[in-house]
């Protein structure tokens, strides 16, 4: 809550307290305030809009960019009908709405909302198809505030001198989210790039490879080439947990096989490593206002600077 919001929420009318119950408490006097904001301002852009639509010839721009919104309005003819002109508009907002929900499902913060359509000369809003061949991809970028966590050292050539039959060394990821989100693993060896990394996961369960047992849902060679890896919201829909294990491979392991190396050797590092995990989520309000995520897929191309997001439920 904005100092501002807080101040409009002390101060709020009398006459509009009796409206509705709802509005007695502060946060709901805040949530009030916001939403007549709001209001007003897509009031405002919708009569840009109206405007710059008259104005606009065919091939033209404009431009509108405030601390508040930037949107953008783009005119095209029409391959459908002669003499007809088409209205793209694309409008990014610092910051994504919470929505209705009294719960937070989908952690907004810090996150920024992009909105497109498309309309006809005379305002009708012109269907845009989308399938798993042909989706909409749509870049969002991130705040230039956003704070990006250090990596973590992890010192596993501790455990070399200690006693242990452990074949991978284990790190734990929660998705309790209820909008699914994907997973970014980043590592970085500390002291010889030239390392090669086994990596197996497996979803709500500890992976187990070794030569009398396979449980894993995946695996990956991971060199100095790419020591990042990715998965998208897709794989992890629908999961709780999501465990990998890592061990550093030996030069009589380094396979180019379609099989993981399998082992019954404990792991042995001869460098530690640092790690970072961060997670993205591509997600749109309904028409309740609430944050969903079907038809949505985080892509491959995310990264501290922008979420690629991509779209196939659009019609």
């Known amino acids: ?76 003819s029409s391959k459908s009908q002669l003499n007809s002109k088409v209205l793209m508009q694309t409008k990014l907002e610092p910051l994504a709405p919470f929505g209705n929900s009294k719960s937070l499902i989908a952690n907004t913060n810090v996150s920024r909302s992009i909105s497109l359509s498309m309309t006809d000369q005379n305002g009708n809003q012109i269907e845009v198809k ?30 070399d001198s200690t006693p242990h039959q452990q074949l991978f060394n284990l790190h734990y990821v929660n998705l309790t989210s209820s909008l699914s989100i994907s997973i970014h693993i980043e590592i970085q060896p500390l002291n010889n790039n030239s390392i090669v ?26 060199n100095s080439s790419n020591f990042n890896y990715f998965l998208d919201n897709q794989q992890t829909r629908n999961h709780h947990s999501f465990v990998f294990g890592l061990r550093e491979l030996n030069p009589s392991e380094i396979v180019t096989e379609t099989k993981p190396p399998v082992t019954n050797r404990k792991f042995n590092f001869t460098s530690n490593y640092q790690l970072r995990i961060f997670a993205s989520g591509c997600y749109y309000l309904d028409e309740n206002n609430q944050w969903k995520d079907d038809g949505l897929r985080v892509g491959p191309l995310t990264n501290y600077n922008q979420t690629q997001c991509f779209s196939t439920h659009l019609n």
């Open 1 to 76: 809550m904005l100092d501002v919001d807080g101040t409009r929420a002390s101060e709020f009318p009398a006459d509009l307290e009796s409206e509705s119950s709802k509005i007695n408490r502060l946060e709901d006097k805040n949530a009030y305030f916001q939403n007549q904001l709001a209001n007003q301002m897509n009031q405002l852009i919708s009569r840009l809009t109206s405007v710059l639509n008259i104005h606009l010839n065919t091939g033209q721009q404009s431009i509108i960019n405030t601390s508040e919104v930037f949107m953008s309005l783009e005119v095209y």
């Open 130 to 159: 989308a399938n798993d061949t042909h989706p909409i991809e749509i870049m969002i970028p991130r705040d230039p505030n956003l704070v990006i966590p250090t990596m973590i050292l992890q010192n596993v050539t501790s455990n």
């Open 197 to 222: 990394y086994l990596l197996i996961y497996k979803f709500d369960q500890i992976p187990l490879l070794n030569d009398s047992t396979s449980q894993i849902d995946g695996w990956t060679i991971l």
